[in-house]
């Protein structure tokens, strides 16, 4: 066998790595030369750190000899970049905490590249990824802290930990090995006896999220269930049905409970009660407004005004300092991100990286749709990190997680026999 992207040097990555460098570079320097902060040489020794570990990533794959895809690596910097950016300028210690788990990450990239390269023997097991997701979120349920009005939370000591971040791989990694084992039944419309765990897992999983009351995770599960069954069925009325059900689940989740019915009102109209439950939403409505086209400027906008704003609503803070324009730069990059994806998913040798891959995008760019549209108004605020941007560790790690095991199935697609 033979790696037809050995033989590149990894150029392609290498000249792109130098974007997250200079965003960074002009990003330190603008704060610096405005006025508008004093961050010292202290913050230049922690983003010269970061950048060292984006490059350090790059030799290792390049001395691996690692046929990954080569656009993969520079579009998850350069939105982890831009994201410590507004950190720096929102607030400078959740930068540097950041910076510690995005370091964490990449360390988490370089030992699923080089130690897990063959993803397919990971797929050997997918009732152990399943009994581990629902093990989490059982846990979580009953140990879990609630923060922000969801119980996602596990505390231990000091820390502080999602466990639904690595739930939602562990699901497809679940899915992607059931799937591509039963796969002919679904397609030839005999696989009525296999529907029972599929179904019953998936919808326990998103049963104990809304008990958590975690509705972006459970959405974001639901909808990757939905693409990736559709990848292994090619089934339209599928996933109609599977819209139908969520249809039905999503009227009688209003029906019971009423946090639900107080979100759906404050998103179809936040102004009437603006002080309180629709402050947020409010807030980011004027934030991005004041933006404009062009924007305000680095440092110039007023959206920490904006509970969460770290977290939640970083994306508010991008758009009322970059403006429109910034704003449709910052989906773009995620539209990268899918595109690439998908084209690692299209190249896969077999069904199981085929959706692997697949979902695996369809989690990491849904999910940056869900919490931009949230945030702006088009869909009920959900409460979801922004993958690679939003301050959190665990969004963060398991983040570089997906991005280790795209690379790695990208590169299996590129192994041929001479």
């Known amino acids: 066998m033979i790696n037809t992207g050995a033989g590149t040097g990894r150029r392609q990555e290498m000249a792109l790595l130098a974007w997250p460098s200079l965003i960074i570079m002009a990003g330190y320097g603008y704060m610096v030369n405005s006025g508008l902060h004093h961050p010292g040489w202290q913050p ?3 983003l010269a750190l970061l950048l060292g570990g984006f490059w350090g990533v790059h030799l290792i794959l390049r001395v691996t000899r690692h046929g990954g895809d080569e656009f ?24 540097y905490r950041q910076i510690i788990w995005t370091i964490l990450g990449l360390l988490v990239l370089v030992a699923v590249t080089t130690g897990f390269r063959d993803y397919q023997r990971l797929e050997q097991y997918p009732y152990l990824f399943l009994s581990l997701g629902l093990f989490f979120l ?5 140990a879990g802290t609630r923060i922000g009005g969801a119980k996602s939370w596990v505390t231990l000591g000091s820390f502080q930990m999602q466990p639904v971040e690595a739930v939602k791989v562990l699901m497809v990694m679940y899915l ?8 002919e039944l679904l397609v030839q419309g005999m696989g009525r006896p296999t529907w029972g765990p599929l179904l019953a897992a998936t919808a326990l999983a998103v049963l104990l999220l809304v008990i958590q009351r975690d509705l972006g995770s459970a959405l974001i599960l639901l909808a990757t269930f939905l693409a990736m069954l559709y990848l292994a069925t090619g089934k339209r009325r ?8 969520f249809t039905l689940g999503a009227l009688l989740a209003y029906r019971l409970f009423p946090y639900l019915r107080v979100r759906i009102a404050i998103w179809l109209n936040p102004w009437t009660d603006a002080a309180g439950a629709g402050y947020q939403i409010v807030q980011a409505l004027i934030a991005l407004g004041s933006g404009g086209v062009f924007g305000t400027g680095l440092g ?30 910052v989906a773009l990059l995620y539209l990268l991100f899918a595109m690439r994806g998908f084209r690692t998913a299209l190249g896969a040798r077999e069904e199981q990286g085929i959706l692997l891959a697949g979902g695996l995008t369809v989690l990491v760019t ?18 979801v990190t922004l993958p690679f941007v939003s301050y959190g560790g665990s969004s963060l790690v398991i983040s570089y997680l997906i991005l280790g095991l795209l690379l790695n199935i990208s590169a299996a697609g590129r192994v041929s026999k001479p």
Do not use: C, N, W
């Open 44 to 46: 230049a020794y922690a």
């Open 72 to 95: 993969l690596l520079p579009l998850a910097a350069v939105l982890t970049t831009l994201g410590l950016t507004f950190l720096f300028r929102l607030d400078p210690g959740l930068a």
């Open 138 to 142: 059982a846990f979580t349920v009953v």
């Open 176 to 183: 992607a090995g059931y799937l591509s084992d039963k796969r």
């Open 238 to 245: 599928y996933v109609a049905a599977g819209a139908g059900l």
């Open 300 to 329: 110039l906008g007023h959206s920490q005004l904006i509970p969460a704003v770290a977290t939640d609503f970083i994306f508010v803070t991008m758009g009322e300092e970059m403006g429109l324009f910034g704003s449709i730069g």
């Open 366 to 383: 849904f999910q940056a749709f869900i919490i931009m549209a949230g945030v702006s108004k088009l869909l009920p605020l959900t409460g």
